[in-house]
């Protein structure tokens, strides 16, 4: 299925300090952790765009520059929801190797259905940054968050839903898996699948993790 009213971007602008080396092009299970990010929302039956000021990743999908790095991710949320063609735009970042493409496919159903602003997941009851479904319409606040440079992501997220006279809708993915909405291909569970992938450490985790539900 593909979604002609959403469209998706992976946020990979960062510097990739604590790897060591450029965490886009790092190799997770065979294949850069850009290229698996991409994978996952094409998996959701979208068109897969990168968003930050990384042009020399156009070899794996166009990229939306956001005017310079070192402005963080809502720089690059801020530049791709510009350029969407389309009404909702989905963002995950480059390092959720063990996100399921399922869960992403919900959350576009829900924001289609319910006209939310800002749609995000939640695991054991915390509210989860990314992935992030955004409706265009909170492009405006978004920008003002960015402008004021205060807070992170889901700050500026909660900022957009209370400008539009709406809170930030949280799908708690207990709920959706014990529904049998959403399943990981391999059979984790959903606490992993928000596992950031940001050190070296991390990284040998998470295909330790990916490794073992594979096999």
Sequence with gaps: ?????????????????????????????????????????????????IAGA?????????????????????AGICAALAACETQLAVFIPVDLP?????????????????DAAVTVPSVSGFAQTFPAVLDRTAL?????????????????????AAALGERVAVLPVEYLTQAGQVAHPHGLPPAIWFLNVNTPAELRRAEALSSRAVA
């Design 140 to 160: 405006p606040a978004l920008e003002d968050a960015l402008k004021q440079g205060s807070g992170g992501c889901f700050a500026a997220f909660e900022a957009a």
């Design 98 to 114: 063990l996100l399921p493409a399922s869960l992403v496919t919900v959350m576009v159903r829900r924001a289609e259905i319910t």
């Design 54 to 74: 990384r042009t020399e990743l156009e070899q794996f999908a166009r990229v939306i520059n956001d005017a310079g790095p070192g402005r963080g991710p809502l």
């Design 1 to 49: 299925m593909s979604y002609a009213s959403a469209s998706g971007f992976v946020l990979a602008g960062g510097a990739s300090k604590r790897m060591g080396r450029d965490k886009a092009l790092v190799e997770f299970a065979g294949e850069p952790l850009l290229a698996r990010a991409l994978r996952i929302l094409q998996e959701a039956g979208l068109v897969a765009r």
